[in-house]
Structure formats: structure tokens, C-alpha cells
């Protein structure tokens, strides 16, 4: 079966500092994951998706992520944060054995102060 | 513009009330999803569809009606609700399968339901 955790419901950082947004996966066969990304009053859109390719993927808005099977993670990093960046950010698996189904995380809603 | 339109974006109704959810995709994408966010809980997939034909339902009451009359239009109709269906339901569509080839979702705004 495949799940997925995020690992804080809330990142607070201050302009200017890393973010990081912790994401552990549990899956049965090779995973693929993905973030989203939910700004106020908006649907989702895609930050970045790794599908066994290069383990490091970079995304829009200059977030990247790093895909580690040996820890089971594919945590969210940015060098500096934006106020633009505060929003809610959901991580996800799928894969290729499990149908159609997308599992998402409960989200991280991150704050940026100036 | 996201390419995936949903009206209306705020919506109350109580709980004997008959309403639609509208979705309209302009990407040329061959599928389509509902899915229900509610505070505090992952994303809910509800229905899934694929060229029309629905390839998914993942347990939801019959009080909600999925209509998909073309590859671009997709209706959420409402009947009898309870006060626990109150959430943001947001519609999805993609070019391919994201499950088998990752191909990415693409979400509408929402609409935001309360029930009364």
C-alpha cells in the first residue's frame, strides 16, 4: 500500500531563510512524487515531480527536492524564502501498479514573515 | 487562468436543497476528477473520468452525482446534504493517467460549499 506523511502541519520561517517541508513515503513498488502547491482561495498546482529519473528535481519558484529512497523521504527545500512562498504545500505519491490514485499528504502550511 | 474553470466559487445551501457544481476544462485534457478538501484532511478523490466514461468511485454517498457529458464539461450535482459535506471541492483534469504515467493534475479554484 502507499501512504504518505508530512512530517509538520506548520513551517514558520522569516523572509530571506530556508524552507524545508519534510515529506516520508511508504510504497510498495517504485514511487513517483510529486508537490503541490496551494496558495488562499486557489486550487493546487504543481511544484515538481520526480519519477525515477535524477534523484535532485527542481521546480518553479525555485523549489527543489531530493529524493532519497535509503530514508524513504522527498523533502522540500527552497534557499530563501519568499512572502510570495506562504501557502499550503502537499506532497504525493503515486504508482504505477496502484491505478489511477494519487495519495496526498495532509499539507504543510508554510508562513513567511518579513 | 488556471485552464480549468469551476462556478460557482462560494455556494450555501441547506439541507432539502437540489444544486450543481460546474467544471470546465480548456486544456484538451482526456480526464477529469472531483475531489473533496475539508480542513485538517488529505485530499479526497471522489470520481474520476476518463473520455467520458467514469473509471472511479471511491465510496461516496449517493447524494452526490457526477454527469461528465463531454470531455471538457464536468457537473457535481447535490441533493439531501448534511451539514459534514461543508468543504472546498475541486475539480481536476489531466492529459493521461496520473497514476500510471504521472502525467500532472490540473485544478480549478473550487468551489467553496456550506451546508445549512
Known amino acids: 500500500a502507499q501512504s504518505v506523511t508530512q512530517l509538520d502541519s506548520h513551517v514558520s520561517v522569516s523572509e530571506g531563510t530556508p524552507v524545508l517541508l519534510r515529506c516520508n513515503y511508504s510504497s510498495s513498488y517504485s514511487p513517483s512524487l510529486f508537490w503541490y502547491v496551494q496558495h488562499p482561495n486557489k486550487g493546487l498546482q504543481l511544484l515538481l515531480k520526480y519519477t525515477s529519473a535524477a534523484t535532485l528535481v527542481k521546480g518553479i519558484n525555485g523549489f527543489e527536492a531530493e529524493f532519497k529512497k535509503s530514508e524513504t523521504s522527498f523533502h522540500l527545500t527552497k534557499p530563501s524564502a519568499h512572502m510570495s512562498d506562504a501557502a499550503e504545500y502537499f506532497c504525493?505519491?503515486?504508482?504505477?501498479?496502484?491505478?489511477?490514485?494519487?495519495?496526498f499528504g495532509k499539507g504543510t502550511t508554510l508562513s513567511v514573515s518579513s | 487562468e488556471t485552464g480549468v474553470t469551476q462556478t460557482p466559487r462560494h455556494l450555501v445551501m441547506g439541507m432539502t436543497n437540489k444544486k450543481s457544481l460546474k467544471c470546465e476544462q480548456h486544456l484538451g485534457h482526456n480526464a477529469m476528477y472531483w475531489y473533496k478538501q475539508s480542513a485538517k484532511k488529505p485530499l479526497e478523490l471522489m470520481f474520476v473520468?476518463?473520455?467520458?466514461?467514469?473509471?472511479e468511485n471511491n465510496s461516496v454517498p449517493s447524494r452526490f452525482s457526477p454527469e461528465c457529458p463531454n470531455s471538457s464539461h464536468l457537473f457535481l450535482h447535490l441533493h439531501t446534504l448534511q451539514p459534514e459535506d461543508s468543504a472546498l471541492y475541486l475539480c481536476?483534469?489531466?492529459?493521461?493517467?496520473?497514476?500510471?504515467?504521472?502525467?500532472?493534475?490540473?485544478f480549478g479554484n473550487g468551489t467553496r460549499l456550506t451546508v445549512t
Open positions: 481536476a483534469s489531466s492529459q493521461g493517467t496520473p497514476g500510471i504515467d504521472n502525467s500532472p493534475l490540473h
Open positions: 504525493v505519491v503515486s504508482a504505477y501498479q496502484a491505478g489511477t490514485a494519487l495519495i
Open positions: 473520468y476518463n473520455f467520458k466514461e467514469q473509471t
